[in-house]
Nanobody
Framework: QVQLVESGGGLVQAGGSLRLSCAAS????????MGWFRQAPGQEREFVAA????????YYADSVKGRSTISRDNAQNTVYLQMNNPKPEDTAVYYC??????????????WGQGTQVTVSS
């Protein structure tokens, strides 16, 4: 069982930066692949970024590629999403997820409760 808690959301100005964190419970965090997803009002949840258990494989959605960085610290049981130059269209609830399979789809086993990110223009 893995419990995930996101933090770092809030109100940010367009062109600024934000860093989301996802803290995981349990001793097996380092064996899980991790993903970030987001859901804007009235829209389906969509993939943002994913990182393999050892950090060797990383994927980004085209919408955030080049201005976002996913990383993890297995010693701290934490995965991060750094987003530079956020845009109003990045406004959404951001979720982290953990799974045995690295995926850009919602095939993850555990999900956090989400953290709201609002980007003002």
């Amino acid at each position: 069982q893995v419990q995930l808690v996101e933090s770092g959301g809030g109100l940010v100005q367009a062109g600024g930066s934000l860093r989301l964190s996802c803290a995981a419970s349990g001793r097996t965090f380092s064996s899980y692949n991790m993903g970030w997803f987001r859901q804007a009002p009235g829209q389906e949840r969509e993939f943002v970024a994913a990182i393999s258990w050892n950090g060797a494989s990383i994927y980004y959605a085209d919408s955030v590629k080049g201005r976002s960085t996913i990383s993890r610290d297995n010693a701290q049981n934490t995965v991060y999403l750094q987003m530079n130059n956020p845009k109003p269209e990045d406004t959404a609830v951001y979720y982290c997820a953990a799974g045995r399979t690295l995926s850009i789809r919602e095939g993850y086993d555990y999900w956090g409760q989400g953290t709201q990110v609002t980007v003002s223009s």
